[in-house]
Structures are given as C-alpha cells and as structure tokens.
RNA sequence: GGAGGCGUGGCAGAGCGGACGAAUGCGCCGCACUCGAAAUGCGGUAUUCCGAUAAUAUCGGAAUCGAAGGUUCAAAUCCUUCCGCCUCCGCCA
C-alpha cells in the first residue's frame, strides 16, 4: 500500500509502476474513488457536527413542546446520517479495496521486464561441479539410497507429495537447524510462528489479494470457546513472513527497537495451483515443506533498508557456502518481482540433474509498503511516528536445498558427501551410503 | 466441566445515560525558586482523519474508553455477540 496523497501527486509514476509490474489497475477511477469518499465523508461530519448540536439543544430547552420538536430534529438527522453512512462504507470498501492493488515503486537499479529473460545476473559463487561419470538425479539418488519416497508419498499425500527418510530427514533438520544456528549468532531473534493465519495477516505482507489462489483455506476452521463456529475464513501460510509481522500489526515501534531481526522456522505450504505442469518431477515444487525466514523490520530509511538487504543477502549466501553449493545472484525484473517489492533479489543454486541453477532463495525489500498494510509504525527521536520498512530473505529451505546437496555432492561410488557444517548433526558421518547404514 | 469478575489516556485508577476526550495520582515536558540538583509551586501533556491559512505550526470540524453491532434526540455508561485477562471450585497432569 503506499499513501493515496503520494499517488495523487505521482500519478503519472504510478501509472508506469502498474504497467511495468503488470497488475491490472486503473490508478485515474482509484483517485476518483477517493475523491468522491473524501466528498461523502465532508457531507457525514457536516451532518454530525448538526447532530451534536441538537443535542446540545435538547439540554437546553425548557418548554416541554419546543423539546419535543428538537427530538424529532434530531430523529431526521439521524436517519440521514445513516444513509449517508452507508453509502460512505460501501465506497470506503471500494477505496480500500483499490488501495491493496497499489504495487510499490521500484528502485532505479531494478530492469525493467517482463520475464526472468529480462533478469539480470549480478555474480556467481564457486565453480559449477564437473563429474568423470554419469551424475544421478536427486530422485535416483534418493531412490538407491533410500532418502526420499514420492510415490508412497503420493500414495498418501497425493501429487506433489514425499516422504524423507533416514539419513535425509536428519540431513533436512541438519540444515534447518544450522541454519537457525547462525541467525541466532547475528543477533537475530528466533520465532516458531503460527502457521495458521487469519486473512489480516496475509492481506499484511501482500500474498493477499494477488496471489490468493496460492494460499490453502481451511475447509473447517473449528469451534470457538464458546462452541459456536468459526466463522471468519483461515489460511495455511505459505511463509513465516505474514505471522512474523502479523506479530507486529497496529503497533508503535520505539526507534531504539529498531532494526528488529526475525528468524521464523515454519511448516510453508502451497498449493500451486498457477503453476500446473511446471516441475513435476522431484522435490522441487512441493505443497508443504519447511523454510528459515528471516525478516527485518527497519527504520524508514531507504539506505539503511540497503544496509540490511545486502546483510540477509550475505547470510544466505554464507549458509550456501556452508554447504558448499555454487550459486548466483539474480536482480529481478519489474514483472518478476511482485507488487510490493521495492528491489529483489533471487539466489539460484546449481542443480546438476537440471543442469541449471535454480531458485532457493529470494531477497526483498519492500520499504513500507506493507508497514502500510499492517500499520506498523515506529516513534522517532522527536516524537514523529513514521511507517517501519520490512526486508525479507529464505534463511534455507527444505526439502529444496536437498536437490543440490545430494546431487552436488554425489561420488562416483553412489555415496554422497556430506558437507562438514552439516557433520555434527548426522553423528558427524562423512557419506550417506547403503554401506554406512546404522 | 461449573461459578463469578474485569478490560478507560504512557502507567495506576475514578466515572456506570446529557455538565466526559474523560476526575485524581504517578510519569513526562516547560517555567519559577536554586550556584546546580532534589523538594515545592504554576502551566502543559492521547491518537487518527477532514478542511482552511500556511513548508513541518495555528485554527475549525469529525471520530475514538478491548472489537463489532444495537437501543436513544444523546452511550465510556444500557443491550447483544465476539476477543483478551483474572479469581474460585472440580478434573487431569
């Protein structure tokens, strides 16, 4: 969300933002809507402001029949006032609606494109691996080793389902729990979030209204204290994010709070329902699976937010490393990078069955725009209330990373290598193989 | 599982239909006293929105007493639902 008296100003800005990040909005009725809301509401306050005089007349009347009269002035007010104020929440919905269409502007670094051929590749880490004999897919390798089992995991889960098993469910915590480890050394602060969330807090972070048909609902949300049902819908995030600042919703921040540094562990899950046919095969595109987040709530600052991006940037990169997995760094695009998002970054690792890199990790910042959403605001020094930013990157998530993990790290014998950061949480094993099963 | 109570400004806490955006105390800010501080005295001290003059102020108006509805000319105050918190009894760890 960005403020109406911004857009009013920038309208031709606006306008380009809509076009180059593709949403479908009309900015000139959005303005129009908040002109005739702003109308309305004059019309209402006028009609309060004589209400709360007639009032004051009814105090003051002596005369039994001149009171009489004020009340039934103060009846017909009231009846005004209550058509007025309907059409005033019917048109107020409408704004509000429009209002969390409204993408963020982009910074001057960002390409703009339509798709990720327009994405520019900023760096690359470490040298993709070269193999003297035919490299496995990571399903083969799961299959032979017996780490991973989707068609048990379809069985009982349907498509897209899995089951990890032995050493890839240790592997799986290994890198989660490392993961969570370095956060907690950089000073971040860990969260378990719910993962079932009410509609606020995704509307908050943006996955509302846009990407909706990504988000499960709950068919039966349950029962309240009360026995009665539970009647506002709830969803299955497909993130930690919308809760991590779902936690902070409607609050005043003191400056000397800031930067708040969050660490979310989560259950994600996904229905990918937009994304039919794309990567089927494997532990890719998956409807549930568990993801580090980090997020960062900032001051209103757009070098400071800077600071930050590069800094989760720098951290995923490091956790990369751990594992000693290549990857690049790709600078999003306007239609690539999501309506909130200020400046995006992807990190792509390589996977060698794919024989590409692709997607593990992606870094944003979206400066206030969903502070706006959420209404998360922080008092400066001299007692000014300003929107917070809010920055967001993948710590790790898997099972995803396990693609290249495996087939990065496979050995000519079958076996896989594990990386020594993860050592200390497999009983500080050196391969996963058939032969070193306990 | 049963019974009851509470939710008001930064905090504590009164008000329980019109004089209430809200007593009082604490805190905070300013001024006075003081070499300085403490103590004391005096004054100020919520937020959001709309509008007008005007570049971060002033004035006018509206809304807000956990949330949403309702009754009334008028609601912090009455009614309904929801949320949160607390106490007691029972039950199970």
Not at 48 to 57: G, S
Not at 167 to 191: R, T
């Amino acid at each position: 969300m960005l403020d109406i008296k911004f857009i009013k100003k920038n309208i031709d800005l606006i306008k380009e933002t809509v076009r180059v990040k593709n949403i479908d909005l009309d900015v000139n009725h959005l303005v129009g809507v908040y002109d005739k809301k702003i109308e309305l509401l004059k019309n209402i306050e006028d009609i309060r402001k004589e209400k709360n005089k007639n009032t004051e007349l009814v105090k003051e009347a002596i005369d039994k029949k001149e009171c009489l009269k004020i009340i039934q002035e103060g009846k017909l007010l009231k009846e005004k006032l209550q058509k007025l104020e309907e059409e005033y929440k019917k048109i107020n919905k409408e704004f509000q609606e429009l209002m969390l269409l409204v993408p963020n502007v982009y910074s001057d670094d960002t390409p703009i494109g339509r798709d990720e051929k327009d994405n520019k590749e900023l760096y690359r880490w470490a040298e993709i691996p070269k193999f003297d004999f035919l490299i496995k897919s990571h399903l083969e390798l799961g299959r032979e080793l017996d780490l991973i089992d989707i068609e048990a995991g379809a069985k009982v889960s349907g498509f897209r389902g899995y089951f990890l098993k032995n050493e890839a469910v240790l592997l799986h915590f290994a890198i989660l729990w490392h993961s969570l480890n370095k956060l907690l050394q950089k000073g971040f602060k860990l969260l378990l979030p719910p993962t079932l969330a009410r509609e606020f807090a995704l509307t908050g972070s943006g996955h509302f209204p846009f990407g909706k048909n990504e988000i499960y609902q709950i068919a039966n949300p349950g029962r309240l204290a009360s026995e009665k049902k539970i009647s506002e819908p709830l969803f299955l995030t497909g993130t930690s994010e919308p809760s991590l600042l779902g936690y902070y919703a409607n609050q005043v921040l003191d400056e000397k709070d800031l930067p708040i540094k969050m660490a979310g562990i989560s259950q994600c899950y996904r229905s990918e329902v937009g994304s039919y046919g794309k990567d089927t095969k494997g532990l890719y595109r998956l409807h549930e699976f568990m993801k580090v987040e980090q997020v960062v709530i900032c001051k209103n600052d757009v070098k400071e937010s800077a600071k930050y991006f590069a800094e989760i940037l720098s951290i995923a990169e490091e956790i990369l490393q751990d594992l000693n997995l290549p990857y690049r760094v790709v600078q999003m695009c306007t239609g690539e990078m999501g309506p909130g998002k200020f400046k995006m970054y992807d990190i792509e690792t390589w996977m060698p069955s794919q024989n590409a890199y692709a997607e593990t990790h992606s870094d944003s910042n979206l400066t206030d725009w969903q502070a706006r959403r959420l209404n998360i605001k922080y008092k400066t020094g001299n007692g000014e209330k300003q929107y917070v930013y809010t920055l967001n990157n993948t710590g790790v998530a898997s099972p995803r990373i396990l693609i290249p993990i495996l087939e990065c790290h496979q050995q000519s014998d079958g076996s896989i290598k594990i990386p020594e950061a993860l050592r200390p949480y497999l009983n500080n094993k050196e391969f996963i193989s058939k032969l070193t099963r306990t």
